[in-house]
């Protein structure tokens, strides 16, 4: 377990080293050991106890979208059972969806895991900040996958996942029904991806200095109406950065790049404000994103704030943004370039984080609303 040889003689700081990097490979609560004398030198004897933990986390989001939706987590941490994390999340609202992982960390240390969810969305569908008519998601996934840690804060892994996605899209004109992009498509998808990340940040929920990247590429192949690969890149960087104790910088860049064009899907091109009514995972959080629309098939997104404290335990961050989307890179151009602002007020209470977000697109030249109260997944 220690990677120690037997019969071979030891330094108490080489068993020290080894005991330290078990409980932080192992995951481990405790890693203790003793040296009992037997005449001829020394045994040793591990002391390992496992982490055990249940917890529950409730949350409430209001938003322009679902008007309100309650949030519940629970998870239960047991190192010594094969299935070491179990987690399920679920959504009631208008729009709900539910989410359970399984994870196993106890051979080599190596993380495999299991992810199935579901949601269910309806909204508006906008097309050039005009409202063009409704539409209904359904989508469903199961994800295999495994992660291998390095150091403390770098992640790679692969993973393998399975997707049924169905909506129907419409708008009613004269009593007719005309269809929209990708209207009525049904059917399943598969991708292989494997992706690397970065993560120092101190809170995942209300950082206060650190950096994180996610750098993911997925082989997409739709068993719908057509089975071409389609490649996908995506990058998601943030970082904040203190200027002084009452100030921070925040800066964040999502890119996506779509390396084949034919027969694109609404099933993988969505973006939106927030979590609530987006439904892939190459989605970008847009500031006064009202309903669904459509990213073309190279995007980037950046975005600038400034986070100011204003007591111990709040703070308010106004933020610019801007979307520069194109069909190709050999044809880079700025007429779907889009500019949002907006401000964030955050605090921390015993309930947990308390957010609230005004944003407003210039696409729309109008505002939208989000926040909540407690943790949101």
């Known amino acids: 377990v220690l990677n120690i040889t037997p019969n071979t003689v030891y330094t108490t700081k080489e068993i020290d080293e080894a005991t330290k990097k078990l409980y932080a490979y192992g995951n481990f609560k405790m890693v203790n050991y003793k040296l009992i004398p037997d005449g001829m030198g020394h045994n040793l004897q591990l ?20 008007l309100a939706a309650i949030y519940a987590n629970y998870s239960k941490q047991n190192y010594s059972n094969f299935f070491s994390l179990m987690m399920i999340d679920a959504k009631i609202a208008t729009n709900p969806q539910i989410k359970m992982k399984m994870e196993s960390n106890r051979k080599y240390f190596t993380t495999f895991g299991l992810d199935l969810g579901a949601r269910y969305i309806n909204l508006n569908q906008y097309e050039g900040g005009t409202r063009t008519g409704k539409m209904d998601v359904v989508n469903v996934d199961a994800s295999l996958y495994t992660n291998r840690r390095l150091q403390n804060n770098i992640d790679f892994g692969l993973g393998l996942s399975q997707h049924y996605y169905s909506n129907s899209s419409f708008r009613r004109n004269y009593d007719n029904i ?18 690397f990340t970065i993560d120092s940040r101190d809170d995942v929920y209300l ?19 057509f089975s071409n690969i389609i490649p996908i890149y995506h990058l998601r960087l943030n970082s904040v950065v203190s200027l002084d104790e009452d100030i921070s910088l925040l800066t964040s860049f999502h890119h996506r790049t779509l390396f084949n064009t034919d027969d694109q899907s609404s099933a993988y091109a969505n973006y939106a404000a927030n979590t609530f009514n987006s439904y892939s995972d190459y989605s970008f959080p847009v500031l006064g994103q009202r309903g669904i629309s459509f990213l073309e098939p190279v995007s980037t997104l950046a975005e600038l704030g400034l986070r100011v404290k204003l007591d111990d335990i709040g703070y308010l961050t106004p933020k610019v943004q801007a979307l520069l989307q194109f069909e190709e890179w050999k044809d880079i151009n700025f007429d779907s370039f889009n500019w949002s602002a907006g401000v964030t007020y955050q605090t921390s209470t015993r309930l947990g984080p308390i957010d609230f977000t005004l944003g407003y697109q210039h696409e729309f030249s109008d505002f939208n609303f989000f926040g909540g109260v407690g943790y949101q997944f």
Do not use: W
């Not at 002391?47 to 679902?66: H, P, V, Y």
């Not at 200095?209 to 068993?223: A, D, E, H, I, P």
């Open 207 to 225: 950082t206060n200095r650190g950096f994180y990247l996610n750098t993911k590429f997925s082989l997409l192949v739709n068993k719908g109406e």
């Open 178 to 195: 005309f269809k929209l992009f990708d209207a009525d498509n049904c059917g399943f998808y598969s991708t292989l991806f494997g992706q």
């Open 47 to 66: 002391i390992i106890k496992d982490k055990k933990e249940s917890k529950l986390m409730l949350g409430a989001g209001f938003n322009t979208i679902d």
